[in-house]
């Protein structure tokens, strides 16, 4: 049974391979035949081309005893020459020439060609400017339009008029190459009062792309994002910049181990790193054990004081003694009326603070002190302000380095802290800048 479907199965080792095709029902060879489809490409032994709408096939077109006919826009590049078809009259041993005149009608009739207003440019309606020498004779044979150099072939006048162009150029498929000097001459004058010239780049767009090149070489700079890398090198005596420095800075780590800050220690007269704490120079030291201390050597002790005060009753530590023994008889009466609940005391009067500590400040995702320095005796209040984004944090040094050391207050929050000095205090938000308020006394 013959196959009639469009395609070909073909088998390959075991496998399939389908193959595109299109089952012909007339044609001369092709009835009832598979007709392949296939892509066409084009180009040459070092480069192939696959066509496309942007790649398109080129195309020599040529008549063979008949007119080609052409439909659509066409465009011509290079030098096209319009010229009359000549008759040869037969004057027995002799053969005349005769050249007829190109006619340019209006209608089928031989109407003439009606022209109005300006022959106008392709862009703004801008006139058409003639410069140089044109030549028009009439004679015997007509009226002939001619160029200005070289000949026609026959009479050894001057060639006919060669027009070029016919499309506009587009940056996808043309480029125009100049070279050496460029001049030039005649047509119109351009006035910056009617006239303007736009340049555009490759893309068609009004950026105009280029490239920087070394001279040396040839190589191309480079960029790094949309930032051009630039290199200072060869700077003689030196380079002076103007830089802009925040007043504070911060140094951090991280991730373990501490930070570790080392003073200079080659050679001799350089002072070692100084760290001082914020109240009077003094820098607490806290462990979460006890701190092993040991001594070396022998160490003396000078007790003489201590014989010479307790040789005898007379000396003064004695007689103090006595005096503490004597007047302390009365402790465990006092004991016992504290034990017992039965002692009362009578507060006449409690000293109350001098002065207020109260403000306010920007919070930020790092941690800071309340205040720099507040001595405190009842305490101070904390709170977050009610237009705040997010919550902020509220701790001791710990939280400069670890956020999850801080109680955390809400937009609104409040908390108060009985402390000595609010600069143990210290802040700081869980994102952005926030806003917190402080009283205490």
């Known amino acids: 049974m013959p196959d009639t479907g469009s395609n070909i199965i073909i088998d390959i080792s075991g496998n399939t391979a389908n193959m595109a095709t299109d089952f012909a029902l007339s044609g001369v060879g092709m009835t009832s035949a598979h007709v392949p489809i296939q892509k066409i490409a084009f180009g040459d032994n070092t480069a192939t081309t696959r066509v496309s709408s942007s790649d398109p096939l080129p195309i020599t077109i040529q008549s063979y005893q008949s007119l080609t006919g052409v439909t659509g826009e066409v465009g011509i590049t290079g030098a096209v020459a319009i010229g009359n078809v000549g008759e040869i009259a037969n004057h027995g041993s002799t053969y005349d020439l005769i050249r007829n005149f190109i006619k340019v009608a209006g209608s089928t009739s031989g109407d003439p060609v009606g022209i109005t207003g300006h022959i106008q440019g392709m862009t703004s309606g801008i006139p058409v400017g003639v410069t140089g020498t044109i030549s028009i004779r009439e004679n015997t044979e007509g009226m002939f339009v001619r160029g200005l150099s070289g000949t026609d072939g026959f009479s050894g006048t001057f060639a006919p008029i060669r027009i070029t162009g016919g499309r506009h150029f587009s940056h996808l498929t043309d480029s125009i190459e100049v070279t050496g000097s460029v001049v030039a001459s005649g047509g119109r004058t351009i006035l910056s009062a009617t006239d303007s010239i736009k340049v555009f780049g490759s893309d068609g767009e009004k950026t105009i792309k280029s490239v920087l090149y070394r001279s040396i070489d040839g190589g191309t700079a480079g960029f790094s994002g949309d930032a051009l890398r630039v290199a200072v090198t060869n700077i003689g005596a030196g380079i002076t910049f103007a830089l802009n420095v925040a007043s504070t800075h911060g140094v951090t780590n991280a991730a373990e181990p501490p930070l570790r800050i080392q003073g200079f220690t080659a050679g001799s007269g350089h002072d070692p790193v100084i760290v001082r704490g914020q109240y009077d120079g ?124 801080g109680y955390m207050l809400e937009p609104g929050d409040s908390c108060y802290l009985n402390i000595d000095n609010a600069g143990k205090i210290y802040i700081r938000s869980v994102s952005g800048s926030q806003q917190v308020y402080y009283i205490g006394s």
Do not use: C, H, W, Y
């Open 282 to 405: 003094a820098v607490r030291v806290t462990a979460p054990s006890a701190l092993p201390v040991s001594f070396s050597g022998d160490m003396d002790i000078n007790d003489t004081d201590l014989i010479n005060s307790l040789e005898s009753s007379s000396k003064p530590l004695i007689t103090n003694l006595s005096n503490i023994s004597t007047n302390s008889d009365s402790i465990p009466l006092i004991r016992n009326d504290l034990s017992t609940g039965n002692f009362k005391v009578t507060v006449s009067e409690s000293a109350q603070p001098e002065a207020l500590v109260s403000g306010s400040r920007t919070v930020s995702t790092v941690a800071g002190q309340l205040v720099k320095n507040a001595a405190l005796k009842s305490g101070i209040k904390v709170k977050a302000s009610m237009d705040n984004t997010d919550s902020i944090l509220v701790g001791g040094f710990r939280l400069a380095n670890d956020s999850s050391a």
